[in-house]
C-alpha cells in the first residue's frame, strides 16, 4: 500500500470575517472544496469557539481536511491532507481561498510518508501567494 | 486574540500493527493522549478503511489531533494542533508513539499563525527520533 500523502498547511490572511465567524458557512465552504478536489467525504463536524472563531474538520477517504479561524484578525488555518496521487488537493485550497477572499496565503506543501529504509520521513517546499482583489 | 499555533507533524515507524489497525484502539489511544495533554475533548471519529488502515480525529477546543495508519507497513501519519501556550502537546506525542510502540520518529513542530504585517507565516524546526525498544 502507498503511504504517501500530500499535506498542504496555509496560514491564510485577509479573509472575510463574516464567513470566517461561522460555522455553517465554513462547513458548506469545506464540503464544497473536498467535492472540487474528487475527495470522497465520510463526515464533518464544526463548531464556534470563544468569542467567534471556528473550529472544523471534513473527513475524506484516508485523509483531512481541517480549519481553525479567527475572524477579528482575519486569519485562518487551514490543513489538506490527501493520501494517494488521486484528487486535487491544490484546487481545494484554491477554492477555498477564494471564497473566504483571502489577499495573502503562506504555504507549505509536505510529502508525508516517504519510505527510508525502516523509517519514514517527510519533505518541504513553501512559499507564499498574493491574490489582487478588486475592492468592493 | 492570539492565533499562534503548535503543530506536530510525524511520521511514525515500526509501530505495532495490531494497534494501528483497530479504530477503537486507535481512538481510545488519541483521547487518552488529548487527556495527558490537557486538552478539552469536544468530539472524535474513527473509521477503518479498506483493506485494514484506520484514519481518525479527536476535536478539541481551537484544535485537533488526527491519526492516518497503514498497519501492514507499521506506520502512521501522525498531526498534533494545539492552539495558545496552554496543553503539552509534546506529552501528547510521546504517550501515543510510546503506545504505538514505534521504533522511529519523524517529527516537524510548525509555529503557526506568526503575524508578519498584513500576512501570516509559519516556522519549522524537523528532527529525528529513535527509540531503542528491548525485542519481546
Not at 483531512?64 to 484528487?87: I, N
Amino acid at each position: 500500500m502507498n503511504t504517501i500523502g500530500y499535506h498542504y498547511i496555509v496560514e491564510a490572511a485577509g479573509c472575510d470575517p463574516a464567513v470566517l465567524g461561522s460555522p455553517d458557512r465554513m462547513r458548506d465552504l469545506l464540503v464544497q472544496a473536498a467535492k472540487v478536489a474528487d475527495m470522497g467525504i465520510r463526515t464533518s463536524y464544526f463548531y464556534r469557539f470563544s468569542p467567534s472563531g471556528v473550529s472544523g474538520v471534513v473527513i475524506i477517504s484516508e485523509s483531512h481536511l481541517s480549519v481553525h479561524t479567527w475572524p477579528e484578525q482575519r486569519y485562518a488555518a487551514l490543513d489538506v491532507f490527501l493520501c494517494g496521487e488521486e484528487g486535487k488537493p491544490e484546487a481545494a485550497i484554491r477554492f477555498i481561498l477564494n471564497e473566504l477572499a483571502s489577499t495573502d496565503a503562506h504555504v507549505t506543501e509536505i510529502k508525508r510518508g516517504i519510505q527510508d529504509e525502516d523509517a519514514y520521513t517527510h519533505a518541504m517546499v513553501t512559499w507564499d501567494e498574493t491574490f489582487n482583489k478588486s475592492s468592493t
